[in-house]
């Protein structure tokens, strides 16, 4: 099953390989932040139940203004602007990591990480559809919902063998290297 799995995934072009790599690492890193940021917002802002609640407005408004941003960007194609999106989305959690700990400021990196992912969603299946084969639109989205359903229950596990086992730093440190040396194989 292995050697199958290993040699269809050979037969596939790069493009398609590359694009389930994107799936994968997304569903893996929102397993990490979907288990994490209430701990965060917890631990750092001490909000109530009722201001986690209302933490909601910034993170949903980007899905209402999503009509308004996909018109100012219809110039760029598909993959473009999927990309943008996977860069506000990198933008804004890395920003929540850096800046001083301010709510106003932790609520506007939220609302554009938020932004970036609502772009990305609908992008997803999209480009999914795009990359299938002929009369097979289907199967490649149940296969890129498979990988992104396997890489969020490895991000989930990854969370919980980061708390028991390892320090923040250095499960960041070895997600990082591990992308370097798959980029270097790829690219280099």
Not at 37 to 46: C, D, P, R, V
Not at 159 to 183: E, I, N
């Amino acid at each position: 099953m292995i050697h199958s799995f290993a040699r269809r995934a050979k037969s596939v072009s790069s493009e398609v390989r590359n694009f389930f790599l994107v799936i994968c690492c997304v569903g893996f890193s929102t397993s990490i932040l979907d288990s994490t940021f209430n701990n965060y917002i917890n631990e750092t802002f001490a909000i109530s139940s009722l201001g986690r609640t209302l933490l909601e407005i910034p993170r949903e408004t980007p899905g209402l203004l999503l009509i308004f941003v996909a018109a100012l960007l219809f110039f760029l194609s598909g993959k473009r602007l999927a990309a943008l999106a996977m860069a506000l989305c990198c933008a804004g959690l890395v920003l929540i990591a850096v800046v001083p700990r301010s709510y106003a400021l932790m609520l506007g990196c939220l609302f554009v990480y938020s932004l970036g992912q609502h772009l990305f969603l609908p992008l997803s299946s999209s480009i999914g559809m795009e990359l299938a084969r002929e009369g097979a639109p289907g199967r490649r989205l149940g296969q890129l919902n498979s990988a992104r359903n396997f890489a969020t229950i490895l991000g989930s596990f990854g969370v919980l063998v980061a708390f028991h086992f390892c320090t923040v730093r250095s499960a960041s440190l070895l997600l990082l290297l591990l992308l370097f040396f798959y980029v270097q194989q790829q690219f280099l």
